[in-house]
């Protein structure tokens, strides 16, 4: 009998094009042959109205436990009303019930162990409250995210790893979700909190304050990320690190934000699309970053980590001496209009400069080597001046068109028009040579004059030392930048 029941499984799972195994009474579900357990799936037509999962399904005269709701089983059912769980569930995997935005008065069987990532993410009508029975062991990340409708949680006083305060979920010393319904505009951290968690407060617009204990060390990923109403974030100088897009689409936090003593790492996109934040303060004591004219680097990495939406001016010339362009650190700047990125840089990472739609006209120096996957995506520029003789690597979705004039160094025309991706553009010019062109973008302006007292000082290195001999004495001083300003006076 054991034998044909299993093989009857096998034929099931290679006749059947979709990704249950079997269905009864209107549900779906997929056999788990390791475990002999039934998990609920998604089948040929979205789940809706009032629906009861058993605590086991028989099939073929062999009764399975039903154990595990399946991942992305219920994901979408925006007609979904209800669902009773039974207590032979011990796991909701990832994205479950994701934005099931129907969905109302959820009770957890009292069996569940284990919750995954974005289970619940969404469930805009789940509430007021949701209890985390006593035999829950893991919560996973943003699981009850975007919840609109949920005020609070309570968590059963059996329970071993989580508790609430106040109504909001904690793990440890850890936040792990502040219920979006909740209400309130100010929440000051408790002293025991240390650490707030990956998407711990995404999405609460009405939170316009949060008040950080000097015990808070980490600020997790996502935690905060689009709380537009949150202002005048003042971080504790116990935070030494920030999470990948932890305050991202923070639309009115600003007009500065000052970066704690002994915050060392920024994740990517930390600030990014923070359209009220005007400029980065740095501690004096942060032995790791500063702030260039209110953007802000990082000097041990040699890295710019990140531009300020908004910040005022339409044209910006990196920084000196760094190397790379962070991750997002420019997203959706849509104010600029001009970048200059000097010889110093090898590489520009993903995402950079992605969204900056008003950016027309992008000068890259010659130190390039690689720009990353989506760094001018949705940027629609109209002139590109790359003056790396070797084409910098590029891939397919680095830029968003190729419809700019691109202006090349001279003599290199051919290694772009060679290259995959480079020779995709529209066309391809060179450079022209032209006295006191010092940074060799074809023009003689005011980007020369400063190349060249950073060569004076030390700053910075050109590609062609004899472009800064402007009088021909064959000696770099203060003599070219006074020959320099008479030719642009002409």
């Known amino acids: 009998m054991k034998k044909i029941f299993t093989l009857f499984f096998a034929i099931l799972c290679f006749t059947n094009a979709s990704a249950y195994d079997f269905k009864v009474n209107g549900i779906f579900y997929s056999y788990d042959s390791e475990k002999k357990n039934a998990i609920v799936v998604a089948g040929d037509d979205p789940y809706s109205g009032n629906i009861t999962i058993p605590k086991s399904v028989t099939v073929q005269g062999k009764t399975l436990p039903v154990t595990q709701i399946g ?8 007609q979904l009303l209800t669902i009773n769980l ?5 796991k909701i995997n990832k994205m479950a019930f994701y934005e099931c935005t129907s969905l109302k008065n959820l009770t957890l069987p009292e069996g569940v162990t284990d919750i995954r990532d974005w289970a619940f993410f969404g469930c805009n009508s789940i509430g007021p409250s949701i209890t985390i029975p006593a035999s829950v062991t893991y919560i996973g990340n943003a699981t009850f995210a975007e919840c609109g409708s949920l005020k609070e949680f309570v968590v059963d006083s059996k329970n071993k790893f989580f508790k609430t305060q106040d109504g909001i979920l904690c793990f440890a010393n850890t936040v792990v979700c502040y219920p979006k ?19 711990a407060f995404y999405g609460c617009n009405s939170i316009t304050s949060v008040k950080f204990h000097k015990n808070v ?3 997790s990923s996502w935690a905060f990320q689009n709380c537009k ?5 003042v971080l504790p100088d116990s935070v030494t690190y920030i999470g990948w897009f932890a305050f991202a689409g923070c639309s009115n936090i600003g007009p500065s934000v000052t970066i704690p003593a002994y915050l ?3 994740g990517r996109g930390a600030f990014a699309d923070c359209g009220a934040l005007k400029e980065f303060i740095v501690h004096p004591k942060n032995r790791w970053m500063y702030s260039d004219d209110g953007a802000l680097v990082d000097k041990g990495l040699k890295r710019f980590l990140c531009y300020p939406k908004g910040k005022s001016g339409t044209s910006y010339r990196l920084p000196n001496g760094l190397e790379t362009i962070f991750e997002y650190a420019f997203s959706k700047c849509d104010g600029l209009t001009e970048i200059v990125i000097p010889n110093s840089y090898k590489k520009i990472n993903e995402g950079a400069f992605e969204g900056c739609d008003g950016l027309k006209s992008v000068t890259i120096g010659s130190g390039m080597k690689m720009i990353g996957e989506r760094a001018f995506y949705r940027c629609y520029i109209n002139t590109l001046k790359c003056l790396a003789t070797t084409p910098p690597s590029i891939q397919e979705n680095t830029f968003y068109d190729y419809n700019a004039q691109i202006y090349v160094p001279k003599g290199s025309k051919d290694a772009y028009t060679s290259d995959t991706y480079w020779k995709r553009f529209f066309e391809i010019k060179e450079l022209p040579e032209i006295k006191g062109d010092v940074n060799g973008d074809g023009e003689v302006n005011a980007s020369d004059i400063t190349m060249l007292i950073n060569v004076i000082l030390g700053t910075e290195q050109p590609d062609n030392k004899n472009a800064c001999d402007i009088n021909g004495d064959s000696i770099v001083n203060t003599s070219d930048i006074t020959t320099l300003i008479n030719i642009l006076l002409k």
């Open 71 to 78: 991942e992305e089983a219920f994901s979408g059912c925006e």
């Open 86 to 90: 039974p207590n032979s569930i011990t």
């Open 181 to 199: 319904g909740k209400g309130g505009t100010s929440y000051q951290v408790p002293s025991n909190i240390t650490s707030i968690g990956v998407y």
């Open 217 to 219: 060390s980490l600020i």
């Open 229 to 233: 109403g949150l202002k005048n974030l």
């Open 264 to 266: 060392d790492l920024i």
